[in-house]
């Protein structure tokens, strides 16, 4: 759970600047609540599966979801994925991620939202069929589908001082 939550923090840290987050090497040393309604083990298939109203937390970065099934390796219990399944909502600060699926992939480094995912940092947003953040390149991709396009609606910030442009 906590490279998850230190990947979703990397996917915020993209939104854009201007939002001051502990360093990255902190977070790592922030405790990780988990709260739901029921936690189910299954050591035979390496997982654990917290269900019902699920809020994952460590400093200022929140992740609620329905369902989260968390996916050990076999070898010394790693992660191997992390599933946060229904209702999916990551909150850090101003930046704001929604969608119905959110999976972490610890081999491939990266995430990828879908189900309507969207990213909203302030007044601006990102939306599409399916949004993946590679964690180790710090690089995102969004894609469309056959139904829809990809949509970024960016809000430029005023820097003059009455709000005229200036020609």
Do not use: C, W
């Not at 995430?111 to 690089?139: A, H, R």
């Amino acid at each position: 759970m906590k490279r998850l939550l230190f990947a979703f923090f990397l996917l915020f840290a993209v939104a854009g600047a201007g939002y001051a987050a502990p360093p990255v090497g902190e977070r790592g040393k922030e405790p990780i609540t988990i709260k739901s309604n029921e936690l189910s083990t299954d050591s035979k298939n390496r997982t654990a599966t917290f269900t019902g109203k699920v809020t994952a937390r460590q400093g200022d970065l929140t992740i609620y979801a329905d369902r989260v099934v968390v996916h050990y390796k076999q070898d010394g219990g790693d992660l191997e994925r992390v599933e946060a399944i229904g209702n999916v909502r990551i909150v850090q600060g101003d930046r704001l991620a929604t969608a119905r699926e959110g999976v972490y992939l610890s081999a491939d480094q990266k995430i990828v939202l879908s189900g309507d995912p969207k990213v909203f940092q302030g007044e601006n947003t990102v939306s599409g069929k399916v949004i993946t953040y590679f964690v180790n390149e710090e690089k995102s991709v969004v894609t469309g589908g056959p139904d829809g396009r990809v949509e970024a609606v960016i809000h430029p910030k005023n820097k003059g001082g009455d709000g005229a442009s200036k020609r």
